[in-house]
């Protein structure tokens, strides 16, 4: 890491990397770490295109402008943005009560999967603010946000929206990009326009105000580069894990930094971040032992200490036990809602056939079985509440000694070998599966 090297070699370090602002053909920017590959090289001093990559260097200008906010932190209790939010979209503009109308109203809305694009129904009432946010989502070029794939779509993967893979409780569609398009402009983001929409230029950062470019040239295995998005979303005040859903609809706790910025720190608030950045290089004396799979900071804290806890304004460590437990009982209902509508079905058909096969009865239980396993982000945050389970009594003694996280097809044999030495036939294990879920 750049802070265990002094002044002298951490400048060299600096000025070696000489990052700098291309422009392609459309008009549209990226920031790179040397040679405009896919376009020419633009002078744009107001711009700061350090700390685009993961592990880049923090300059001594950053880390600064960082101690001064922690210092400001440590005085007053909150932590706000180096910069004004533009009016728009600031706390008394009404915009983020209109994202919450809109989210609220999300199986009501029309959200074209493949497009992006957002329809409000003639039926469906909203405020002329939400009209005005959807418009303003539909003019984006949109098919440099919202490219499905096998993780939900970008949004979901790369920036403008939270990690990929299974985190269910987080819907994977155009209104969760629209959050985060609106948190974005909260961070005074500037538009270009082009031929198939407006794109996100740049935005500011929430420690140094410095404006940094959204997409930069990613350094890949294969060797030629490629553009990405450079901006990294976390939460401001309420870390996903202890806050839910709620949390993720909320633009007020949306914040987007340098990829630099967010790595290494598990789900932590700001002020955590900061004290575990100016530790690393230097500007405080400490230590931080993290633990990236800690819920919110929960269940294993960046120290033992009380005193550098470090949470926002209003929380303790009292809140946020409560908090966790309101979270997992969302969360065991929502597991238990999905079992219900997607494999309770299956069980039902399979006993109403007569001929329930004990590859049948396998592949029902091993369904719910992977509600419960850690690999699913329901049963990975359940296990942090006090015992609670997706499965019945019945359906864990069923898998009683099976390893849940294990590959699909290792514990779809090993539930066939379970439910075979059991001494109940197939369509038995079905049917009490069924009664026990009040089925």
């Not at 440099?144 to 779509?153: A, D, E, H, W």
């Not at 946020?320 to 209902?333: G, I």
Request: glycine content about 8%; charged content about 30%; some cysteine.
């Amino acid at each position: 890491m750049i802070g265990d090297f002094n002044e002298e070699t951490k400048q060299f370090l600096q000025d070696f990397y000489d990052f700098g602002r291309c422009m392609r053909p459309d008009g549209t920017f990226y920031g790179t770490s040397g040679v405009c590959r896919k376009g020419v090289p633009v002078d744009d001093k107001e711009v700061d295109t350090s700390m685009m990559y993961r592990g880049a260097a923090l300059s001594s200008d950053d880390l600064d402008k960082m101690s001064d906010a922690f210092k400001n932190y440590m005085q007053t209790g909150e932590l706000k943005f180096p910069f004004p939010i533009p009016k728009k979209y600031d706390d008394d503009s009404g915009t983020p009560e209109a994202v919450t109308e809109l989210t609220s109203l999300r199986d009501s809305l029309k959200q074209d999967k493949k497009t992006g694009k957002i329809t409000i129904p003639p039926e469906v009432k909203v405020s002329d603010k939400a009209k005005e946010l959807v418009d303003e989502w539909n003019s984006l070029d949109l098919s440099r946000v919202y490219v499905p794939n096998n993780s939900g779509n970008k949004l979901n993967v790369n920036g403008l929206g939270v990690m990929g893979g299974p985190r269910d409780s987080v819907p994977k569609d155009a209104l969760r990009g629209l959050v985060q398009y609106v948190a974005l402009m909260r961070q005074d983001s500037k538009l270009i326009d082009t031929p198939a929409g407006k794109v996100i230029d740049t935005y500011r950062d929430p420690f140094t105000g410095k404006r940094r470019p959204f997409e930069a040239e990613m350094p890949t295995r294969k060797g030629d580069p490629k553009i990405d998005i450079a901006a990294s979303q976390d939460h401001w005040n309420r870390p996903f894990g202890i806050y839910g859903i709620n949390s993720e609809n909320d633009v007020k706790n949306t914040v987007y930094m340098p990829l630099a910025m967010n790595v290494a720190k598990g789900e932590s608030s700001p002020a955590r971040y900061l004290y575990r950045m100016l530790v690393a290089n230097g500007r405080l004396e400490g230590s931080v032992d993290a633990d990236k799979s800690a819920v919110g900071g929960f269940v294993a804290r960046f120290d033992k200490d009380t005193a550098k806890d470090f949470l926002p304004k209003g929380q303790t460590r009292e809140t946020e036990a409560k908090a966790l437990s309101e979270t997992a009982k969302w969360m065991l209902n929502k597991a238990n809602d999905d079992v219900n509508t997607k494999y309770v079905p299956s069980a039902q058909k399979a006993v109403a056939s007569g001929k329930v096969s004990l590859d049948d009865a396998a592949k029902i239980v091993k369904d719910i079985a992977k509600q419960e396993s850690k690999r699913n982000y329901f049963g990975g945050l359940l296990r942090f509440s006090g015992g609670q389970h997706v499965m019945t009594p019945f359906e864990l003694n069923l898998v009683k000694g099976v390893n849940l996280d294990t590959d699909t097809g290792t514990l779809t044999k090993a539930i066939k070998e379970k439910i075979a030495a059991s001494g109940q036939t197939p369509e038995a294990i079905l049917r009490q599966i069924l009664s026990n879920r009040g089925f």
